[in-house]
């Protein structure tokens, strides 16, 4: 998924090849990642698509069904990932992670501790910003989903960034062989507070921690547990709103009925068209009209972060 | 001046990614009394600062972890600054102490019997003054003027702490020293000059480098007019390895200052390239590309090593020339802060006012750049992204920052009926701070309302491209 190794890195001079990661894409909202095998086959709605019609194509490149339906195949990337991962538990979200990431400033070689490792959205993005030469220690107290999130990772090409270890961090806190050297924390925890002191003990001095809870309540818990010995205490909710964009004819002079922003371009052109016929031309023009989409994600969580600070 | 050089770099090679001290010739961060006023400096022994009415030197700072906090005391050779340990000091946010039976009194408090009519303070201005010349701490003062405040004791805890702050910021000011971080230098410049950065929220620009899958190994395409924020941004993720190629469409660049005020090393400087469209895509026809065979490999290894040794040629070049520059920081924060000749400061791109490398332009050629990022409020997008788009390798992604909807609107548009791109989609991000106290938790009161737009898609291969390929 990285370009860590330079024969797999995306550009003009690299094609699909047989055992790749590709992200099939269907439309925005679905998306799948597959394993190219030679002899393998993908079926969907569009029909039979074979793997071996895959291989020697660049990726982004359209492929055609046997009944000519089409997909686009993508080189992974951590967002695309997040959005074709199995979700074992509820994960991290593109807002959330790009904002995790830029407020614990991590870069490249930075050391990061991160439990639960859930399903390993965030994870993913994580070592992304760690490569080449820092590292990742996730913990995760559910041996079956640490040992899936450690197999899709080796999947992904990121086992040489990322260390799945079965811990109960609210429990037994981090390892103390991490004491004093991480760069940066991340919590998403049900108790966050009772790891909040092993966190502390294991950042640099003015390390950033991180704890993201979907409640209030637990925000209200872990920030009295900051007090001791963290500053810059600071809690954020993000989300994204997503937009539509619409092509839309108007009529130029606003006669007639409605609005000119009508939800029935077509239905207007018709009558148009048989007005033109008459000898009545309107003047019409063409706009991209733009609106906020009608659903979106309300509540993700609460991003409390803090700074260990200064003795 | 060489040797010196060698020293700087042996120095450099030994700093952690995120160096957690500070060191003379460091860009600084100084944020005073939580934020009322935010400064770049650099630090050097004869760089001083303002506070007040008092000027204080930085060489104090120097060495020490980021995240100190520092006093400003009066001694017998004028003001200077101290460091304090964090813990003594109440800062605003959500750490606020609360006696344990603070909760259970406040209740029975409230402000019916609070008049506004000045009479409260029994300390006079000419009073305080006359403690400051008898060398009393600004903590003292506050202290006395507690002391001697008749509705202080009437107050609410909540409201005492908010009295106690107000005061210690005005008769005993603290600077905090932050590490400058695209985090931090674009909360700043958010708070501070918006305009200069474009209106680039710290959450958009987040968005923006993870949209793009900015990380080590990639090389980047940018068009940067928001002063350089996003060239800092994207080289901060790159670490020195993989390049951020930062575009312009006139005969100048655009101006990168805030490249400077992250302490790259002189590696990842040298990974920073200034190019001028025109040199970008001039020796291919992109469509072309890759019916070329990708025969040799080896050839081209050879090649980015030579291009290594060239471009650190330069880099060290444009060091020097940089050595020469006065003043590097923004002038109207810190008027009085020089810039000190030391080899360290600052960066600008490797080939500053020269030529891009061609080897450089052929690999680029070769393999498209992995992505790209726009914050071009000034430029017409439309036809913008349909010259940049075939620079891109594909299935590279691409974000576009703009702090209107509409010019977004339209080239999401045009973008759909040109079949270049998929996955198009605007988003919006939407920013909420908490005050998070017991009993006393809610959204801030004061927000911002728009962190600009963003426009993100993927790169397809045109079929005719990818047929001809095969």
């Known amino acids: 998924m990285l370009p860590i190794d330079p024969s797999k890195r995306n550009s003009f001079e690299r094609h699909i090849c047989e055992g790749d990661l590709v992200i099939v894409y269907e439309r925005h909202d679905n998306m799948k990642a597959i394993k190219l095998q030679k002899d393998s086959v993908f079926q969907n709605r569009f029909g039979v698509f074979k793997h071996s019609d895959w291989i020697g194509k660049p990726f982004g490149s359209k492929v055609l069904s046997n009944k000519g339906g089409f997909v686009y195949l993508l080189a992974p990337t951590p967002e695309l990932w997040t959005l074709v991962l199995s979700h074992r538990t509820q994960i991290l979200y593109l807002p959330d992670i790009s904002f995790v990431l830029s407020y614990l400033e991590i870069v490249p070689g930075c050391l990061v501790l991160e439990s639960g490792t859930g399903s390993g959205s965030l994870t993913t993005s994580l070592a992304r910003a760690v490569a080449p030469s820092g590292h990742v220690y996730t913990f995760d107290f559910h041996e079956q989903r640490a ?165 | 001046m060489a040797e010196e050089g060698g020293g700087h770099q042996v120095e450099e090679a030994l700093r952690p990614p995120n160096p957690r001290t500070t060191w003379e010739g460091c860009s600084v961060l100084l944020d005073i009394n939580d934020g009322d006023r935010l400064v770049f400096a650099r630090l050097s022994p004869a760089a001083s600062l303002k506070i007040g009415n008092k000027k204080c030197f930085l060489s104090p700072l120097i060495g020490c972890p980021y995240g100190s906090l520092f006093r400003v005391d009066t001694g017998p050779d004028g003001p200077h600054l101290t460091r304090i340990s964090s813990s003594s000091a109440p800062s605003h946010d959500n750490c606020m102490q609360e006696s344990d039976d603070g909760q259970s009194i406040d209740e029975l408090k409230d402000n019916r019997s609070l008049i506004d009519n000045n009479t409260a ?187 290594d040794s060239l471009l650190t040629e330069s880099a060290s070049k444009s060091l020097i020339a940089l050595s020469e520059d006065p003043v590097v920081l923004e002038g109207d924060y810190m008027p009085d802060c020089r810039h000190e000749n030391n080899t360290s400061t600052g960066c600008k791109s490797a080939n500053s006012g020269r030529k891009v490398p061609p080897e450089l332009v052929k690999l680029w050629n070769e393999r498209g750049f992995s992505s790209l990022i726009v914050a071009a409020p000034e430029l017409e997008l439309g036809s913008l992204i349909q010259d940049l788009l075939p620079l891109l390798s594909y299935s590279a992604p691409f974000a576009i920052y703009h702090q209107f909807l509409q010019p977004l609107a339209t080239c999401m548009h045009r973008l759909q009926t040109s079949r270049m791109a998929i996955n198009l989609q605007i988003s919006e991000p939407w920013l909420r701070e908490y005050q998070v106290l017991p009993s006393r938790t809610h959204p801030m009161m004061q927000m911002s309302a728009c962190g600009g737009y963003i426009l993100s898609g993927i790169r397809i291969c045109s079929s005719e491209a990818c047929n001809g390929n095969n």
């Open chain 1, 147 to 311: 040992n899936l999130a450690r197999e899709d990772f080796k999947r992904n090409g990121l086992s040489s960034l990322i260390t799945v270890t079965v811990r109960d961090i609210q429990g037994e806190g981090f390892p103390e062989e991490f004491c004093g050297s991480a760069d940066s924390v991340f919590l998403d925890l049900p108790q966050p507070w009772l790891a909040m002191p092993s966190a502390g003990r294991m950042l640099k001095q003015d390390g950033v921690l991180c704890s993201f809870s979907p409640c209030i309540e637990q925000v209200q818990h872990s920030c009295e547990a900051l007090k001791s010995n963290f500053t810059d205490v600071r809690t954020f909710e993000v989300l994204l709103r997503t937009y539509e964009i619409k092509e839309v004819r108007m009529d130029g002079n606003g006669g007639g009925e409605g609005s000119p922003v009508g939800p029935f371009p077509r239905k207007r052109r018709q009558r148009l068209s048989g007005e033109g016929n008459n000898g009545n031309v309107e003047q019409t023009t063409t706009a991209v009209m733009v609106r906020p989409c009608s659903e979106a994600r309300g509540h993700t969580g609460y991003l409390t972060f803090a700074r260990l600070a200064c003795i």
């Open chain 2, 121 to 307: 303070q029994s300390l006079s201005s000419n009073d305080i003054d006359a403690m400051k010349r008898e060398g009393a701490t600004g903590d003292e003062i506050v202290e006395a003027l507690i002391a001697n405040s008749s509705t202080f004791g009437k107050k609410t805890a909540f409201s005492q702490e908010k009295y106690k702050l107000k005061k210690q910021k005005k008769h005993a000011p603290k600077v905090l020293l932050r590490r400058p971080s695209t985090r931090s230098i674009c909360e700043t410049y958010f708070k501070k000059h918006p305009a200069r950065i474009g209106f680039l929220r710290m959450d958009t620009l987040s968005l923006l480098l993870s949209m793009a899958n900015v990380g080590a190994y990639s090389d980047v395409l940018v068009v940067d007019m928001v002063g350089g924020l996003l060239t800092g941004a994207i080289a901060e993720r790159l670490g020195g390895i993989g390049y951020t190629c930062s575009t312009y469409f006139r005969s100048m660049p655009y101006p990168s200052d805030i490249v400077r005020m992250f302490n790259f090393s002189s590696e990842i400087c040298s990974r920073i390239i200034q190019a001028p469209f025109s040199d970008l895509c001039s020796s291919q026809n992109l469509d072309n590309e890759n019916s070329k065979s990708h025969e040799n490999t080896q050839s081209s290894e050879m090649q980015s090593q030579t291009e």
